[in-house]
């Protein structure tokens, strides 16, 4: 047995000693998240960026945009695709290179989110420019930057708090070339709500929201839940080999939509802050 599996194992009985006894390894309730930390535009040359602090891990998203052709099955609509990156100086388990299986998931996760909550209308008048010929796109970058636990959720966190502070160019079309000139005036993205992404883990038979590093590592089952500001679910996801009862998705579903409100509130005030101001959100 290598040595970081008996690492490992140590540290899963650890947790499982503390699960029994009603406690966690950083004395949270079970169903308890950790502190929030957000920053609007921190990167200047990104028309929406936002680094969050959720516990321990720290997660940077930026977007950019630019015109370019719609998809043929959608003329009238603008696009927008999520990109993941997992940094190595985040974590001695992730690598340089291509995204991974573990990246493209979290990405698609993220992304399926903000797509079937539609809080980022797409088919928004401002999002088309010609009707099948030019639309808006958006690209939603995100860097993992310190791996404390629970990227999906801080991911998520922060590419819609990027997403809230996005602005786009007014766009004047030549009417002779028909070629597009981008304005110095801009915008806000057009938006309608927020989404958030909340992950609950199961290690043996304990349920926990919001798992810190070491839980994430003991997990045997994950599931994320996306819930927009109006309450409705919108996507999920479920990781790991391990499964979860009927019983323990309801609760889990239940727990969510009550800690999603708050979540999705905490987008809309932090949306509101100036350059280099810091919102803070305490469970």
């Known amino acids: 047995m290598r040595s970081e599996e008996i690492v490992g194992s ?16 950083d004395n949270r309730g079970f169903f308890e998240g950790r502190s929030i930390q957000i920053i609007p535009n921190v990167i200047h040359k990104a028309e929406g960026s936002a680094m969050v602090k959720w516990g321990n891990t720290v997660v940077v998203a930026g977007v950019k945009t630019s015109v370019g052709p719609p998809f043929p099955d959608t003329p009238n609509q603008g696009v927008i695709t999520v990109n993941l990156e997992l940094s190595p100086i985040s974590s001695p388990t992730f690598e340089s290179g291509p995204p991974g299986p573990d990246a493209i998931e979290m990405a698609r ?11 980022i209308p797409m088919m928004h008048p401002q999002m088309c420019i010609i009707p099948g010929k030019l639309v808006w796109i958006l690209f939603v970058d995100i860097y993992i930057l310190d791996d404390g636990g629970n990227l999906i959720d801080a991911s998520a966190l922060a590419a819609m708090a990027a997403l809230a502070n996005t602005r786009i160019n007014k766009v004047k079309i ?32 304990f349920i926990l929201y919001d798992p810190s590093l070491a839980e994430d590592r003991a997990k045997i089952a994950r599931f994320s839940v996306g819930i927009a500001d109006d309450g ?24 969510a939509t009550s800690r999603a409100k708050e979540l999705n509130k905490i987008i809309d005030e932090s949306s509101f802050l100036n350059e280099g101001e810091m919102f803070q959100f305490d469970f």
Not at 176 to 186: A, G, H, K, N, V
Not at 237 to 244: A, D, N, Y
């Open 10 to 25: 140590l540290e899963r009985r650890y947790l499982t000693d503390l699960l029994q006894k009603g406690k966690r390894i």
């Open 109 to 119: 996760v993220v992304d399926r989110g903000i797509r079937e909550s539609h809080v």
């Open 174 to 205: 030549n009417e002779e070339t028909e070629e597009p000139i981008l304005l110095e005036e801009m915008d806000p993205l057009p938006r309608e709500g927020s989404v958030v992404s909340l992950t609950y883990v199961k290690i043996d038979d």
């Open 232 to 255: 409705m679910i919108c996507s999920m996801q479920k990781g790991e080999s391990g499964v979860f009862s009927e019983e323990e998705i309801i609760t889990i579903l239940e727990k």
